[in-house]
Nanobody, 114 residues
């Protein structure tokens, strides 16, 4: 099982990025999918979730700015991030969860700075 996250980078405040998480050896459509992040010297924080039924939810800090989506045909989950702020700087991970299993991707760095 592998979750490959990509799309991170350096962006100015107010900018946008789209993260992607592609699964291999796993059918992501059968899992609830999270995007989580870890800022420097902080613990992991849940950013957004999309359930296997397609229901999404968000951390209050990103509501209205971020959007999580999934394309089961491409075995991919996305995180569209708009109006980025310096406090969004973190290592972003995708996580696949089921009743029995949890799988983490390797993370992609997002840095918001002028």
């Amino acid at each position: 099982v592998q979750l490959q996250a990509s799309g991170g980078g350096l962006v100015q405040p107010g900018g946008s990025l789209r993260l992607s998480c592609i699964g291999s050896g796993i059918t992501l459509g059968m899992y609830d999918m999270d995007w989580r992040r870890q800022a420097p010297a902080k613990g992991h924080a849940l950013v957004a979730t999309v359930t296997s039924d397609g229901i999404s939810s968000y951390n209050d800090s990103v509501k209205g700015r971020f959007a999580i989506s999934r394309d089961n045909a491409k075995n991919t989950v996305y995180l569209q991030m708009n109006s980025l702020k310096p406090e969004d700087t973190a290592l972003y991970y995708c996580v696949a969860r089921s009743f029995d299993d949890t799988y983490w991707g390797q993370g992609t760095q997002v840095t918001v700075s002028s």
